[in-house]
């Protein structure tokens, strides 16, 4: 044989990673770990963004438990969330009764007292069944609902409203709906007779405990770094590995996270994982402030900056053809909980949400400037309307350290101009002749973002004959 025929053949490709060569083909060991760096580093970032949805419930699920709630108690929020407890998007608007349950437990019996509105999510957060509102099989009235763990298949008493979760973790909060702010007490005492059982106990039913929550700090935000993984391998083996998740639960499985196997990552995976954390909040964080969607169907409005909260009205994120996978990410990382009445746009019945980011100028929204809301008279929400501030980051209330809720709507005592119209002010200070309900106090150099909410909406919102200002930057 000659020399040439036994001289390697390298070939060198240039990659946005690096340099990687092959030797007749076939990688070389620094290209082997190179590229298995790199896939592994891929892919935590995808399981990352399709994961976050998971990891928001679970966290829920995990502060609820640190609380001493169980599968068959209640968290009652009376004057509704307060800015120190860290709930994604949670608002001051109503009084909320939440809670967490465990259907390993078995079948789990709720009665719901009536004119509450809420949904039971698995822990996906999509709907198994709507509380109250247009969707909802009580239809206002209240009653016996049966959340049936998965798998279950025994016969169900006809006097329960039954839905079956594919989870075993199922997350629901509900409200009340109030018309002035003095309604918030009577309509807790109202939610304070929700009761919580096990179907087994059906005859003899234990009582509901109920933990007052008040303006108790809680910190219901997934971790980030390792912990993150760590918490999700915990709730991938504690779900039933779903169809639909089958590819990305695959994916998971070569980063060490897989159903009944301990997640025990060596140095090189906890370096790669903590690295892929961060690149994915980083861009769940900018695929939910600066969304790649159609502007007409992201846009509540083609002449404001004012964008959907939901652009379909599947709150499990579904077209006809495809999972819009970043509108789940987006929704993931800024908001919590879905339902029907959410997502689905009637007249007059269950609720409409848009939020604005920027400014009239198209400019991120930043506390050390200030800022003008205007609300043309007659906001069309047949129950009421508020504006909600929340701190970018935590994407929970704006902790502005007044004392006061960051929230201004029809029930908060917001002051009307004499034309029917309102003024809102998101500023350092308050200025000058505003009522103080009339105004938000914004934190130096931190960026927040404002929904405003509309519960019963109606016509001229969705024909769009009546619109909200932009938030305009004052002097």
């Not at 959907?308 to 990382?333: C, K, M, S």
Request: overall charge negative.
């Amino acid at each position: 044989m000659s020399d040439n025929t036994s001289q390697k053949f390298i070939q060198t490709i240039e990659t946005r990673f690096g340099e990687l060569e092959f030797q007749s083909g076939y990688p070389t060991a620094e290209t082997v770990e190179k590229l298995y760096d790199e896939l592994d580093f891929q892919r935590a970032v995808q399981v990352y963004l399709w994961s976050n949805i998971m990891a928001s419930f679970g966290a829920i699920r995990d502060e609820y438990s640190r609380r001493g709630a169980s599968s068959f108690d209640a968290l009652l929020y009376e004057q509704s969330a307060f800015p120190a407890q860290l709930v994604l998007t949670a608002n001051n608007d109503t009084p909320y009764i939440s809670g967490a349950m465990d259907l390993n437990e078995g079948p789990i019996v709720m009665e719901v007292p009536a004119e509450l509105v809420g949904p039971i999510d698995n822990i996906w957060q999509q709907p198994i069944v709507d509380v109250g509102g247009p969707f909802g099989p009580d239809k206002m009235q209240g009653g016996k609902f049966l959340i049936l763990p998965p798998g279950y298949k025994e016969e169900v008493p006809e006097e329960y409203f039954a839905a079956q979760s594919d989870t075993r973790t199922a997350v629901w909060y509900l409200r009340a709906i109030p018309k002035t702010r003095a309604d918030f007490k009577v309509l807790a005492d109202h939610m304070r007779t929700l009761r919580i059982y096990p179907l087994a106990e059906a005859d003899a039913p234990r009582k509901t405990k109920i933990i007052e929550m008040g303006s108790t700090p809680i910190d219901s935000l997934h971790k980030e770094g390792v912990d993150y993984w760590v918490n999700l391998a915990r709730y991938i083996d504690d779900e039933p590995a779903r169809p639909q998740d089958m590819a990305f639960l695959g994916m998971a499985a070569t980063l060490g996270i897989e159903k009944g196997k301990p997640f025990a990552p060596d140095e090189r995976m906890k370096k790669i994982l903590t690295e892929a954390a961060t690149v994915g909040r980083a861009m769940a964080k900018t695929i939910a402030w600066k969304p790649r969607w159609p502007e007409e169907l992201l846009y509540a409005y083609p002449d404001r900056h004012w964008k959907w909260i939901f652009v379909v009205e599947d709150p499990t994120f579904h077209t006809d053809n495809n999972l819009i996978i970043d509108q789940r990410t987006r929704f993931g990382f800024e908001a919590i909980g879905t339902a029907r009445a959410m997502t689905t746009r009637i007249v007059g019945a269950g609720s409409a949400y848009v939020g604005a980011y920027e400014d009239a100028e198209g400019n991120w929204l930043e506390g050390q400037y200030s800022y003008r809301l205007h609300l043309p008279a007659n906001v069309p929400a047949r129950l009421f309307w508020s504006a909600t501030v929340y701190d970018n980051e935590t994407r929970s209330q704006l902790d502005n350290g007044t004392g006061r809720p960051p929230v201004r709507g029809s029930v908060h005592g917001v002051v009307q101009n004499a034309d029917g119209s309102f003024d809102l002010f998101f500023s350092p200070e308050r200025p000058i002749n505003v009522d103080e309900n009339n105004w938000v106090k914004t934190i130096l150099d931190n960026g927040f973002f404002v929904y405003l909410r509309f519960y019963g909406p109606e016509q001229p919102f969705f024909d769009k004959t009546w619109k909200p200002g932009d938030v305009e930057k004052t002097k």
